[in-house]
């Protein structure tokens, strides 16, 4: 597990972008895995800057996000479909039938099953980003979520919803209660994982990721397990480790 402390925000989401910018520039066919929520924003937008600044080009890249929530439709503003349309997809040349988000509606479980099928059919995936909940969730894989998880139906556990009411004016009630998401497994078929936080609310997760044995109480330690992994964190998210 390699280790990037930055100084702030900015320098966690433009050397993510930049990790990004050469799984595209150096492959062929890139498979992207993809991370919503608020800490890869400012990485999207780096991206987008690119694009307009460089044109890097997107044709042939394929994108597979972690996860969205069950039961929102594709344009409704708080779905993991419409924050990619909107941060990037819309402002890159991508095409847009390359870029895979679970399916939030209809049979849960059998789009959970298509969605790994899909990964599987176009993976592995060259380059996974992760973001990471407080509670060490990666994707939306809760405490207690077994290690060789595939993609599944899951229900978010009480402080996810907490942590996401802010998306949703800070109205519990309105926040879905149900995700697909990406299994641990999944994730760790991946060929690079790419971690990415900042701020002091994610310090303890961030702290167990790197110091806990293995186990399903913090999902997030399943990464200790794969030998090409890079947390990259500013200094409040670090401020946990030891010095060494
Ligand atoms: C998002 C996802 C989640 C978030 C995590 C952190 O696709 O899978 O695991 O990465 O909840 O969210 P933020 O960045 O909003 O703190």
């Not at 066919?29 to 690119?50: C, F, H, I, Q, R």
Request: with cysteine; aromatic share 8%.
């Amino acid at each position: 597990m390699q280790i990037i402390i930055c100084k702030n925000g900015e320098e966690v989401a433009k050397k993510t972008a930049n990790l990004i910018l050469k799984t595209i520039k150096t492959n062929k066919n890139p498979v992207l895995g993809l991370a919503t929520g608020s800490t890869p924003l400012l990485m999207y937008k780096l991206l987008v800057e690119d694009f307009q600044q460089n044109c890097t080009s997107w044709a042939n890249v394929i994108t597979f996000n972690l996860d969205e929530y069950c039961g929102l439709s594709s344009n409704n503003e708080q779905s993991y479909r419409y924050y990619m349309n909107e941060n990037l997809f819309k402002h890159i040349n991508i095409d847009f039938s390359q870029t895979y988000l679970p399916n939030g509606n209809g049979n849960f479980k059998l789009n959970a099953e298509v969605y790994e099928n899909q990964i599987i059919n176009f993976g592995p995936i060259d380059l996974q980003i992760l973001g990471i909940g407080t509670n060490g969730h990666i994707g939306f894989n809760e405490p207690g979520t077994d290690f060789n998880s595939l993609t599944h139906v899951v229900n978010l556990n009480e402080q996810t919803i907490k942590d996401n009411a802010r998306f949703f004016n800070n109205d519990i009630s309105q926040v879905p209660k149900q995700a697909i998401t990406m299994g641990i497994k999944t994730i760790l078929n991946s060929k690079v994982i790419v971690l990415m936080a900042s701020g002091i609310n994610k310090a303890e997760a961030i702290y167990h990721l790197v110091n806990t044995k293995p186990t399903t109480q913090w999902p997030c330690t399943a990464l200790q397990s794969h030998d090409q992994v890079i947390i990259i964190i500013d200094k409040d998210a670090a401020s946990l480790l030891k010095k060494s």
